[in-house]
Each structure stands twice: as structure tokens, then as C-alpha cells.
């Protein structure tokens, strides 16, 4: 039986940092009502978490807020690269890698690409685009507890300013309440993996010279290696204020309390190799890096997101980005359950897929903690050691062996070696430019809001594909729209480029269909015609969205 309550949503999200900021904007966009209670009074004042990368970039992409996002970043968008040298006097040093995207070759896979946006930046902008479309934000109230049943859940919330409780009756509540989560608390969730592997303790401070010691060099971090001064400097706005890394040992009883202001101005002043450096500590905040991925992202009608689920080491901002595409995954399932055209087993699908991308990324940035010799970062044996070389692999070609899929090969790696995105169950859905009214558009960003499905227009088996799918969407209250490829009257789309092949490019045939997702990732496809393709899209959707 529902309990009354002060107010009801279907969805209450705990936490309003990027993760939960980010979730509040998917549903937003996909029509979904709900509150997020965040316990802090506004949004970070930090400039952190500044690594956006391109799989993260087309969800917001498709969100509208791109273009926002990449004004908020201005400051930095010629900063490119990660340089290591024992200070930035003189030349020395060496770049681990000078560019994010040499010779433009991402534009193959993406229609956007990484950007460089500070979280104290990113949050706004999250903010704003989240409560146009609706969303209740309420910043310094705090989730104190929460009751759940085979209905609902009831969240008691305390505003921090009136000190009043009040409660929330949702069908539904997502954790992204960071590292610490009550939430996860609470449900008695523990960890799995290597655990802490270094501290740092990060300062915001203001200096007019060291523009001058950085020079032409517009890097995202430098790496400073001089013995006894280590760190990492990162450029807020290449002029004036900057953020210095320095590593924290708390495992021999170092405390934060030592690191005073003329510990750090000294620190920073050797680190960087001039002596006389004007330096204005402006910030001081501790952070841990670890290394853990919660055992199960769900219980009964509570998930886990971001943080509260997995904790990554920095580098390569994996964490915060894997973190919003748990956001991504999770809301197109909730908006489908809530809106009655798929079962609720489609939720158990969450913790199917999403989990163990969080295990293969939390690995691969522990290694590339170990390949960057991150400052304070000295790990323990087997802690780093997994494959190296590109991210890509885990950036933007991951794929879900299990779950909402139909086809996907379960002995496949969820982080595959080489860049494939070729169409495979499972995997994201390929990108290629398109014309749609004249209009120019990625495959991309025709998911979001519904299953898709993409036909031939110059085949009959192409045709039938399409028909069954109107049929469907008409009778079986499924969210389907449906695409034909190619030229005539009959194409919805046309290929931008002379003599490009949709099919291929899919990996299927003229004849064959492709179904993808809302997050853009591929459910299904066939190979070719079927002698009734209406049954047979019919038992697929009945599969993928657990509409048994």
C-alpha cells in the first residue's frame, strides 16, 4: 500500500553533482517527473573533474546542451595533451601524449569529441538545462532516510536551511551520493577491488607569473617530478589561476593539518622551479583515488550511480564519465518501465550491463595511473597492471555482452582490443552523416527518446522491415520509430557522402534491419529478409524490453 507523503515523483535522485545533474537531465528529456535532493547548498566551487570525453560529449550532444558546454569551456579549448618534467624551467620534460585526437581521425567514429570543461564550470550549465525541462533541484536538503516496499519507496528529507522533514514518495530512487554513499550505507552493498590507492591534496591558488614559466605550452595537466616537490599543475584559464596537486601520505601518519599555506606556497614554488613565485593559495580540499566497484548496482527499487557505485583513479577522467553514462543507461529504462512500454525486469538489465564496464574502466585507469607515474601514486603489486595503450577501447567501444540485447556474444571482452564499432549487438551504434530534409545529422543523434529502427529504401525486404515497425509502434504501445536508408521517395534518410553504405557501415545487408536503442546502443540487428518480420520484431522487443 502507497503511505502518504508531502510530495510524489516517479524518480527521486540523491545527490545533484554531475552524475545525478546529468540523470536529472536525461529524464528530463525523456519526459520523466522527479526531485533531486542534494545536501550541499549550490554546485562545486572546485575546478575539477575537468576531462569530458567523447562518449560523454554525444550524450550531451543529443541532450541540447553541447554547444552551452563548450562555451562554458572556452577558456580552455587550445589546451591539449599531458606533459611530465622535473619543473617548467627551461625545456625539459617530455609529452605522454601531445594531443587528444591526432590528425582528426576521431571524426570516423563521432560527430563530437572531447572537451575540457571544469566541473565548477559544467555543473551550471547542467542546472539550467536540467530545470527547463522541469526538473525540481533542491539543493541543501538532505535524503536522511528512506523505506522501501514492493510499490514504491519513501524518502525523508530534511531541508537544511528551515530544518524541516518532509517526505517523498517515488517509484523509484537513484544514489549518485558520491564515495561515501549512505544510500549504498544503508542497503548494505559492499565493494569489490583493490580499494585506496593514493591521496592528494588538491589547491586552488592565484599566480601572474607562472603564465610566464608555462609559456606557449597549453597542456591539460603537467606532471612536475622534482624530488621532494612532486605534483600536478592543471590551468584554469591559462593566465592567472591554476590548481596544484600535491600527494598526500596519510598511510605514515601525514595529516592535512601540515599542509599549511607556507608548506604549499613552498611546495608549489619548487615543484614549478622559481623560487620567487607569486602564489596565492586561494582553496585547499583533500581528495583519495581508489579503486572499487560496488557488488550489485540495485536493490529491489534503489540503484546506485556514479560514485556510490564505482570509484576510479583520475586519470583519464574515467570515473566522473563513466559515471554519467550509468546516468544515460539507467534513465531511457526507467522512462521506458514508468511509461508502460517495457517490464520492470528491463531495470535488472542496469546492473547487467553497467557493472562490468565499471570493472574493466576502473582497471584500465589504474594503469594508466601506473603508465603517467601519477604523482603520490606508487602502486602495489598486481594494482595497475592491465592492458595498456589506447582508451578508446574503453572510452567509446565498450560494449554489453549481457542484457537489453538480442545476439550480443557473452564470451566477447566488454572492453574489446581496437577501436569496432561496426554494428554488433551490444555495442554503440555506428556513426555516419546523414541528410534528413536537408538537414545534416549523425546516426547518433537520432536516439534518444525511442527504440529506432533502420531499414533499406531501396529494398522490398527493406520495406517490410519497415511496415512491420509502423504496425508495432501503432498496436503495441512500444516507443518505435522507424528509419529507411537511401535514395527516393521513399527515404526518410539520405547518406551525406557519395557512395557511403548504411548496411555495411551496420554490418548488415539491403535487406537486413538494425534496431537500436534509446542510448544508441545496438539491440539487435538481422542479417537479411525474414518470412514475418512483424512476429519476429515483435519477439525481439518482447526480449530486449522484458515485455513478457
Not at 622535473?86 to 625545456?91: H, R
Request: proline content about 5%; glycine content about 12%; overall charge negative.
Amino acid at each position: 500500500m502507497q503511505q502518504k507523503a508531502d510530495h510524489r515523483v516517479p524518480v527521486l535522485v540523491v545527490g545533484g553533482s554531475l552524475v545525478g545533474l546529468s540523470l536529472s537531465l536525461f529524464l528530463g528529456r525523456l519526459g520523466v517527473r522527479h526531485m533531486l535532493v542534494e545536501r550541499h547548498s549550490g554546485t562545486s566551487v572546485h575546478p575539477r573533474g575537468r576531462g569530458n570525453n567523447v562518449r560523454t560529449m554525444e550524450l550531451f550532444r543529443v541532450a541540447g546542451v553541447e554547444p552551452d558546454i563548450k562555451a562554458a569551456a572556452s577558456l580552455l579549448a587550445d589546451n591539449h595533451g599531458i606533459l611530465q618534467t622535473p619543473s617548467l624551467a627551461g625545456d625539459a620534460g617530455e609529452w605522454l601524449f601531445r594531443e587528444i585526437d591526432p590528425g582528426g581521425g576521431l571524426a570516423r567514429f563521432s560527430p563530437t569529441g572531447w572537451c575540457l570543461c571544469s566541473q565548477n564550470d559544467l555543473e551550471p550549465v547542467l542546472v539550467k538545462g536540467a530545470r527547463a525541462l522541469g526538473g525540481d533541484l533542491r539543493y541543501f536538503h538532505e535524503l536522511e532516510s528512506f523505506e522501501q516496499d514492493h510499490e514504491g519507496v519513501t524518502g525523508f528529507v530534511r531541508d537544511r536551511d528551515s530544518d524541516r522533514l518532509y517526505t517523498v514518495r517515488a517509484d523509484y530512487l537513484v544514489a549518485a551520493d558520491g564515495p561515501r554513499s549512505p544510500v549504498r550505507g544503508r542497503l548494505g552493498i559492499g565493494h569489490g577491488g583493490p580499494g585506496d590507492l593514493f591521496a592528494n591534496v588538491s589547491v586552488t591558488f592565484r599566480s601572474k607569473l607562472l603564465a610566464d614559466a608555462v609559456g606557449e605550452r597549453r597542456f591539460i595537466c603537467c606532471y612536475l617530478t622534482a624530488p621532494g616537490a612532486d605534483g600536478a599543475l592543471l590551468p584554469v584559464d591559462n593566465e592567472e589561476n591554476w590548481v596544484f596537486h600535491a600527494p598526500w601520505h596519510p598511510e605514515t601518519g601525514e595529516t592535512l593539518a601540515e599542509f599549511t599555506e607556507e608548506r604549499l606556497q613552498r611546495h608549489i614554488r619548487h615543484a614549478v622551479g622559481v623560487p620567487d613565485l607569486d602564489v596565492e593559495i586561494t582553496g585547499k580540499a583533500s581528495w583519495r583515488a581508489a579503486e572499487r566497484v560496488a557488488e550489485r548496482y540495485a536493490s529491489d527499487r534503489v540503484f546506485l550511480a556514479g560514485d556510490s557505485a564505482h570509484e576510479m583513479s583520475p586519470t583519464g577522467a574515467f570515473g566522473s564519465n563513466t559515471g554519467i553514462q550509468d546516468a544515460h543507461n539507467l534513465a531511457w529504462k526507467l522512462a521506458a518501465v514508468l511509461g508502460g512500454w517495457a517490464g520492470p525486469g528491463l531495470l535488472e538489465t542496469y546492473d547487467a550491463e553497467r557493472r562490468p564496464v565499471a570493472v574493466a574502466t576502473s582497471a584500465r585507469a589504474s594503469a594508466r595511473s601506473v603508465e603517467h607515474s601519477h604523482p603520490g601514486f606508487a602502486p602495489a603489486p598486481g594494482v595497475g597492471g592491465g592492458k595498456r595503450g589506447g582508451i578508446l577501447d574503453v572510452v567509446l567501444a565498450y560494449r554489453y555482452p549481457q542484457g537489453a540485447v538480442v545476439g550480443a556474444d557473452p564470451s566477447q571482452p566488454v572492453a574489446p582490443e581496437g577501436l569496432r564499432l561496426t554494428g554488433e549487438p551490444g555495442s554503440r551504434a555506428p556513426h555516419m552523416w546523414l541528410r534528413r530534409a536537408g538537414e545534416r545529422l549523425s546516426t547518433i543523434d537520432l536516439y534518444e527518446r525511442s527504440m529506432v529502427l533502420l531499414s533499406d529504401a531501396g529494398s522490398s525486404a527493406g520495406a517490410a522491415w519497415h511496415s512491420a515497425a509502423r504496425r508495432i509502434a501503432d498496436t503495441d504501445g512500444v516507443r518505435l520509430d522507424t528509419y529507411r536508408i537511401g535514395t527516393g521517395t521513399d527515404a526518410e534518410l539520405v547518406c551525406d557522402a557519395e557512395g557511403a553504405d548504411w548496411a555495411a557501415v551496420h554490418g548488415t545487408t539491403a535487406d537486413g534491419a538494425v534496431l537500436v536503442r534509446p542510448d544508441g546502443f545496438v539491440a539487435w540487428r538481422a542479417a537479411g529478409a525474414a518470412a514475418d518480420p512483424e512476429a519476429e520484431l515483435r519477439e525481439v522487443l518482447a526480449t530486449v524490453l522484458r515485455r513478457r
